[in-house]
């Protein structure tokens, strides 16, 4: 990119004096409007000395007014920290899904406990004989109208228990459980 004494050159020949590619002095020269001298054979178009001179002195002031040539090194040293980055998000993420997996199993732990909770104090306890309120007492006259109902019908208040699903013996009518 030497200031040398400029002739009429082509589009091709510009690109190989600037370093840049023809399709962006040639969109300099439509910016421009810059008008061929003369065409050459197969149709070339070459541009006047002054118009070439303009174009290479426009592409040598970008050059030093900053115009960063990014080198292969750099290029790699900016994919290898992209790929540093994304395995500490990986990292980060797995620790996320081992924390999940940590809560999920405890869950499901006390899930099952309360399961058993539940089975011990609706099962009858043989040794007491005693019968206990779920609800402390409060619906002691709904449970006697049941007791009354289960002895007209012949059922035990185990049996109604055991047709229920488990979502009404936990949260439907509260009923004396014996222990």
């Not at 998000?89 to 797995?94: F, G, K, S, V």
């Not at 043989?126 to 006697?144: I, L, N, Q, W």
């Amino acid at each position: 990119m030497d200031k040398t004494k400029t002739k009429t050159m082509t589009i091709t020949e510009l690109s190989r004096v600037t370093g840049v590619s023809g399709a962006s002095i040639t969109v300099l020269v439509k910016k421009w409007k810059l008008k061929p001298t003369k065409t050459g054979a197969y149709n070339r178009k070459y541009y006047g000395a002054k118009d070439c001179q303009r174009i290479i002195d426009y592409y040598q002031s970008k050059a030093k007014t900053g115009a960063k040539t990014v080198t292969k090194n750099e290029i790699i040293q900016t994919l290898k920290d992209q790929i540093e980055d994304q395995r500490h998000q990986i990292d980060q993420l797995n620790e996320q899904l081992k924390m999940a997996q940590i809560n999920l199993s405890q869950s499901q732990q006390l899930q099952l406990r309360q399961a058993d909770q539940i089975k011990r104090l609706e099962a009858p306890q043989e040794a007491t004989g005693a019968v206990v309120s779920a609800s402390d007492g409060k619906d002691t006259e709904e449970s006697d109208k049941d007791k009354k109902t289960a002895h007209r019908t012949g059922e035990s208040a185990q049996g109604k228990d055991q047709k229920r699903s488990l979502w009404a013996r936990i949260f439907g009518k509260k009923k004396k459980i014996k222990f």
